[in-house]
């Protein structure tokens, strides 16, 4: 069980289940469950269970299947916090799809990547369902690969709309997290926390967070001064057949540095 104080400060460690794709989702829930976290992330598209045969965890799944994945989850001890990334269209009727299912399941926030023109739908669905919707970062040449354009689309918006900070593609972009992190102040609703070997290569890989070029400890830093309160989804994408010790590091990492921040508070 998470210390504490993270609890206290609202700071919540969960998974991304895309750092188990090579397993079905009611395997990436054990896994988490057995890492002693509470939330998870989810993404469209992942092998429900070994049991279902091709059915796939996304926003189509009909009521039944929807009722056994939230069974399975409040089983686990798990809360299913985050969904993403999945597209926003400029469609209302795509977009009330994945909001719908949001709701019936308990998302709290939609990652996504949305287009620039569907920022005013994305903006009244925000509003009406009161989900958040979390601007996700993938690596350059991807159309949010800079801080600049997701604080461009969020001025002016709701507070529902804002950033999924994933630390690790800025890396690759060359982009400094903590620099992104400072800019991106207030707008930062969740983040994919990652921490990699090598910076501005497009193929650095995962290591264990305190242990590669991310300044990790420098970033919860500056959220902590930012009174960032939010999820953080651990995305280990790397030994991905055998992750769970080095996520569990991950995870001791975060305890004992979020510990440190309360203390010097």
């Given at each position: 069980?998470?210390?504490?104080?993270?609890?206290?400060?609202?700071?919540?460690?969960?998974?991304?289940?895309?750092?188990?794709?090579?397993?079905?989702?009611?395997?990436?829930?054990?896994?988490?469950?057995?890492?002693?976290?509470?939330?998870?992330?989810?993404?469209?598209?992942?092998?429900?269970?070994?049991?279902?045969?091709?059915?796939?965890?996304?926003?189509?799944?009909?009521?039944?299947?929807?009722?056994?994945?939230?069974?399975?989850?409040?089983?686990?001890?798990?809360?299913?916090?985050?969904?993403?990334?999945?597209?926003?269209?400029?469609?209302?009727?795509?977009?009330?799809?994945?909001?719908?299912?949001?709701?019936?399941?308990?998302?709290?926030?939609?990652?996504?990547?949305?287009?620039?023109?569907?920022?005013?739908?994305?903006?009244?669905?925000?509003?009406?369902?009161?989900?958040?919707?979390?601007?996700?970062?993938?690596?350059?040449?991807?159309?949010?690969?800079?801080?600049?354009?997701?604080?461009?689309?969020?001025?002016?918006?709701?507070?529902?709309?804002?950033?999924?900070?994933?630390?690790?593609?800025?890396?690759?972009?060359?982009?400094?997290?903590?620099?992104?992190?400072?800019?991106?102040?207030?707008?930062?609703?969740?983040?994919?926390?990652?921490?990699?070997?090598?910076?501005?290569?497009?193929?650095?890989?995962?290591?264990?967070?305190?242990?590669?070029?991310?300044?990790?400890?420098?970033?919860?830093a500056e959220l902590a001064q930012q009174n960032f309160k939010g999820v953080f989804s651990i995305e280990y994408e790397y030994n991905w057949l055998n992750s769970i010790p080095e996520i569990a590091g991950c995870i001791s990492y975060f305890e004992r540095t979020a510990s440190e921040l309360s203390k010097s508070k």
């Amino acid at each position: 069980m998470l210390a504490d104080n993270v609890e206290k400060e609202n700071w919540r460690l969960g998974i991304q289940a895309w750092s188990f794709n090579r397993f079905t989702f009611y395997e990436a829930v054990d896994k988490a469950k057995a890492l002693g976290l509470r939330y998870i992330e989810a993404y469209p598209g992942q092998r429900l269970s070994k049991e279902k045969g091709g059915a796939m965890f996304d926003h189509d799944m009909p009521s039944e299947i929807k009722a056994k994945v939230l069974q399975k989850l409040r089983g686990a001890g798990l809360k299913l916090v985050n969904y993403g990334v999945v597209a926003l269209p400029n469609d209302e009727a795509e977009c009330r799809k994945v909001f719908d299912f949001a709701r019936d399941m308990g998302i709290e926030t939609i990652v996504s990547e949305p287009p620039e023109d569907a920022f005013d739908l994305v903006e009244k669905l925000c509003d009406e369902y009161k989900i958040n919707v979390a601007i996700h970062n993938h690596p350059k040449p991807s159309h949010y690969w800079n801080p600049d354009t997701v604080l461009k689309v969020c001025n002016g918006r709701s507070k529902r709309i804002g950033a999924c900070a994933d630390t690790g593609h800025w890396m690759r972009s060359g982009i400094n997290p903590v620099d992104a992190v400072k800019k991106l102040k207030g707008r930062i609703i969740s983040l994919h926390f990652k921490d990699l070997n090598e910076f501005d290569n497009p193929e650095a890989h995962d290591v264990v967070w305190g242990t590669g070029k991310g300044n990790t400890g420098a970033i919860l830093a500056e959220l902590a001064q930012q009174n960032f309160k939010g999820v953080f989804s651990i995305e280990y994408e790397y030994n991905w057949l055998n992750s769970i010790p080095e996520i569990a590091g991950c995870i001791s990492y975060f305890e004992r540095t979020a510990s440190e921040l309360s203390k010097s508070k």
